[in-house]
């Protein structure tokens, strides 16, 4: 079952972002607003902790090169004072936009107010920091509550309404860990028979998922779970191989659905361990630089753009396959 969802611009946010803030497609100080100048871009980036991530860094380098966009590069290794550090020195650089996906939604008012004192653009992708939107000019990514809620429709419908359900969480005080969270548990609301029973963080790595299921399977309220929430397919795999490791079968002693659409979770799925993956898509490069040029021009954007996303479960995994771009 595959449900698209087409781009959306909110509307609402629509108006707000034609609202003529400083932020608003601000010409930038650097070189570009020389005619003819390259675009400079700095670009922190959280770290390159699951498929998805690579994916997004692999959609934004190849765009900035394609576009002939001068993009300094900064992987933070999923720590946020190493992102702090980057953003200040693109400021030092006088980059003429920065772009960057918060590992974490707070801390960011400081570094943030110091960017728009040096009257440089951001854009942020992927995860939202938690500043108010006069800090940057828009935020293109998922709406992770929505990515929340599709993963508990998708499991009440497959266990008719009753689960016992391990989670397996993201990065603790990221925007993907918090919304997902509230999606998920906003639709459990609507079906009683249906808990959590044990909830962990797995920091949306393979091993942090592997380890999390190990502690869940050695409790004995673990053992009488028979679904699992995992906040991305890499923890999700993870858990998998604990699974089996346990001597249970993934995928039907344990109903599995998680988040990212990557292609190992395909790949589980068509082997019958997956049951289900929520798509997140990382491919934003060709959105995020079309958002700079605009910038670079003037232009106003909206202030919140969602990406294209859908739902894959078994029956469709192994047609979808082959078209995985990810
Ligand atoms: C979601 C992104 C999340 C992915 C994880 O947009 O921020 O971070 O779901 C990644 O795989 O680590």
């Given at each position: 079952m595959k449900l698209a969802f087409g781009i959306a611009l909110a509307a609402s946010v629509l108006v707000v972002g034609c609202s003529g803030s400083k932020q608003e497609g601000a010409a930038p100080g650097g070189s570009s607003s020389k005619p003819g100048k390259k675009i400079v871009v700095g670009f922190s980036q959280i770290g390159a902790e699951s498929g998805w991530r690579t994916a997004n860094t692999e959609s934004i380098?190849?765009?900035?090169?394609?576009?002939?966009?001068?993009l300094r590069f900064s992987d933070a290794q999923q720590k946020q004072e190493n992102q702090i550090k980057a953003l200040r020195s693109f400021i030092a650089q006088k980059v003429d936009v920065i772009m960057f996906s918060p590992?974490?939604?707070?801390?960011?008012?400081?570094?943030?107010?110091?960017i728009k004192d040096a009257?440089?653009?951001v854009i942020v992708a992927?995860?939202?920091?938690?500043?108010?939107?006069?800090?940057?000019v828009t935020f293109i990514g998922s709406d992770f509550v929505e990515e929340g809620r599709r993963a508990a429709r998708w499991l009440a419908k497959k266990m008719n309404g009753k689960a016992t359900i391990l989670e397996l969480q993201g990065t603790p005080g990221s925007a993907p860990a918090i919304d997902r969270k509230k999606g998920f548990e906003e639709v459990l609301k609507d079906y009683p028979g249906m808990k959590i029973v044990l909830s962990q963080s797995g920091d949306f790595t393979r091993a942090g998922g592997k380890q999390a299921m190990e502690a869940f399977l050695k409790?004995?309220?673990?053992?009488?779970?028979n679904a699992l929430f995992a906040h991305n397919d890499d923890m999700a795999l993870g858990a998998i191989q604990a699974i089996e490791e346990a001597g249970l079968k993934p995928g039907k002693d344990i109903v599995i659905v998680s988040i990212d659409g990557v292609r190992g979770a395909f790949e589980a799925m068509v082997a019958g361990k997956l049951n289900c993956t929520v798509e997140c898509n990382p491919i934003i490069g060709p959105q995020?630089?079309?958002?700079?040029?605009?910038?670079?021009a003037g232009k106003?954007?909206?202030?919140?753009?969602?990406v294209e996303e859908g739902v894959y479960d078994q029956s469709v995994a192994a047609k979808e396959l082959p078209n995985r771009k990810y």
């Open positions: 380098k190849s765009e900035a090169a394609k576009r002939g966009i001068e590992v974490v939604e707070a801390g960011w008012g400081p570094v943030m107010q110091e009257g440089i653009p992927d995860r939202r920091p938690d500043v108010s939107e006069d800090m940057y409790s004995p309220v673990g053992r009488t779970a995020l630089f079309d958002a700079v040029e605009a910038v670079v106003q954007l909206p202030k919140r753009i969602v």
